[in-house]
């Protein structure tokens, strides 16, 4: 029996680069081989999240969300769309954190649906925002002497968005290789405003948990934080503020590793990977040294 | 016709009911039912084609009616290398060659120079491959670059490639609508295989392949306006309350011709027509995009307030001028009226001279206030 993978995601009418993660982390696992098809589908693109399902041959499909968090987009827009008639956000017995997959039969294409939690909650995207880390400062070592925040919305959009930033902040620290590590928000305390406030080391990268760059990203977080007046001036890796230096390393969902944590979600569902996710993290890897 | 393609067909001429396809008749006389070797021995083989049929054939003379037989290498390629019968992907590749309208053999002829068809802005040229196997090549490129080298044209080979060359229009903007009307010329996929032309079609307009053949199967599902803005939740729950006549100013607005290829086949709902041009694109539109509920919103919004009445004074050409620039914005040729064509009523001269004359400070047209109550205070 085929398998496709769909990955589906929220895409802009107005950002031309919100479907770029997308698209390459699909590009990246359709290289793999691990799924006859790899397809991608969108809220605001085409195919619509209405429309994706049908563009599938394969009668078995892992949905995998690149969302941050459990919470609208995940419980009620996308199980809408796909025609998940049967979908009980019950199903998924989540704490907010915790959501894995359940299975569906799509009413319009009759193909089964294994639909997955959303890439942000996966335990292994702690991985990418080190792997963040890595590819910003350009060393696979960093950590000693560094200090690492984790940057979200807070919970006034939506309570699950801060407790993934919360989850993924203890499990670097729980990693004991960067000397702080703090998770701050945009729109509450801790504020990514007064980073520095809140580290003692010198050099502090800074990871946004989003799944693309765009408004909030490029403009607001680093005119928050004070790399620069004008965001379109651009800023410096790492830039002076406060006596730190900040390794502001934008969205962590453009880190070439997020491939990886799509397969971990679909292989959890129960998709036959094979040996792509082993493949996957080899070729995502960062060279040490590479810039030499 | 290769060695495997007569193989191929000799193992389904002995398999039940023998090969009957698109012209092409060939079996073994006797049914498959006999001893294997012994039917060939006794009954041979019927060749069988819509000009010619021959019947109690060896193997060997098998192969000679077939040699050279379009309807063998026909047969083949969409028996043995497409497949995938009712299928979306294989109804758009039949359809590229006219499959249903033209047999095999004049299919072959017509596909030698090139069978042409249209889909949306996209020209899709089916030929052979030229390797004599009867399987197809496929040319894809905008419409206007019809009669382009392809040497001319920027020549891509990836599908995916697809994604980023019909990213931007011409001037480099974003398409938020992959079927807006905007589609960017200059390039070619040129060479392609069957499933790489489907791969690269899809590509650049993505799901129109399946609904094209849910439509062609009496099964497209379409969502009314209705249908689709009840489902609608968060920022977009509004959009249901936008007013029926409104409506018809959105798909007039959106979904006509000059500005998405796709026919527009949803209505206001089941049993309520709107009266807008839904266009003659190839493939069906079968609810409000995204696009479309986004800017219903705006809409929706927009359609709240009441109207007042104002009082302006214009000369007969101003207000014409007015309308001129309405129009030219709404048709998008404001970026080709020349900077010293101050004949056109959206030369950017012209609309500085009327905004010099009839606005005041504040930007007000004719000096009144777009809110009454402003123009007490500033008293
Ligand atoms: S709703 Fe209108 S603009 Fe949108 S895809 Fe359909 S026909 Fe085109």
Known sequence: MSQALVIVAHGSHLNPGSSAPTYDHADTIRAAGAFDEVRTGFWKEEPSLREVLRTCEADEVYVVPMFISEGYFTEQVIPRELRLDDWDVADWDSDGLSADVATYTAADTGQTVHYCGPVGTHGSMTDVLVRRAESVTNDPDVGEGFGFAVVGHGTERNENSAKAIEYHAERVRDLDRFDEVQALYMDEEPEVDDVTDYFTVEDVVVVPLFISDGFHTQEDIPEDMGLTDDYRTGYDVPAAVDGHRVWYAGAVGTESLMADVVLERAADAGADVGAAIESVRETTRVAPGADD | ?379
């Open chain 2, 1 to 379: 016709m290769l060695a495997r393609q007569f193989d191929a067909l000799l193992r389904a001429a002995d398999a039940d009911g023998g090969v009957e396809f698109d012209g092409l008749r060939v079996a073994r006389e006797g049914g498959g039912d006999a001893e294997d070797g012994a039917a060939a021995d006794a009954g041979g083989y019927t060749f069988a084609t819509p000009a010619h049929e021959a019947t109690g054939l060896s193997e060997s003379e098998l192969h000679a009616h077939a040699e050279g037989s379009p309807y063998v290498t026909n047969w083949y390629f969409w028996e043995r290398e497409v497949q995938r019968h009712d299928s979306p992907r294989r109804a758009f590749l039949r359809r590229a060659e006219a499959a249903d309208e033209h047999d095999a053999a004049a299919r072959h002829e017509a596909l030698g120079d090139g069978m042409v068809t249209e889909w949306g802005q996209l020209r899709i040229e089916a030929t052979l491959s030229g390797d004599g196997d009867g399987s197809r090549r496929y040319d894809v490129r905008h419409v206007d670059d019809a009669d382009r080298a392809v040497a001319d044209l920027e020549r891509h080979d990836d599908p995916l490639g697809a994604r980023e060359l019909a990213k931007y229009d011409y001037d480099g903007m974003y398409r938020p609508l992959k079927t807006g009307a905007n589609m960017p010329t200059g390039w070619a996929f040129h060479g392609l295989d069957w499933r790489d032309a489907v791969e690269t079609v899809e590509t650049l307009y993505p799901a129109t392949v399946a609904n094209w053949y849910r439509e062609q199967r009496g099964e497209l599902d379409i969502d009314h306006w209705t249908d689709t803005t009840d489902r609608q939740t968060g920022i977009y729950g509004v959009v249901s309350e936008l007013p029926r006549e409104a409506v018809e100013w959105v798909a007039e607005a959106a979904c006509d011709d000059s500005q998405c290829v796709k026919r527009r086949e949803w209505q206001y709902s089941a049993d309520d027509e709107l009266a807008a041009d839904g266009g003659t694109g190839a493939f069906p539109c079968r609810e409000p995009c995204s696009l479309v509920i986004a800017a219903g919103r705006k809409w929706t919004k927009l359609e709240e307030e009441e109207p007042r009445e104002y009082t302006f004074r214009l000369t007969p050409s101003e207000k014409e001028q007015i309308e001129g620039v309405l129009d030219a914005v709404a048709d998008g040729r404001v970026d080709e009226i020349r900077e010293a064509d101050v004949y056109e009523d959206a030369n950017r001269y012209r609309t500085r001279y009327l905004r010099a004359k009839l606005f005041d400070d504040h930007g007000n047209l004719g000096g009144v206030p777009t809110d009454p109550e402003e123009h007490h205070e500033a008293e």
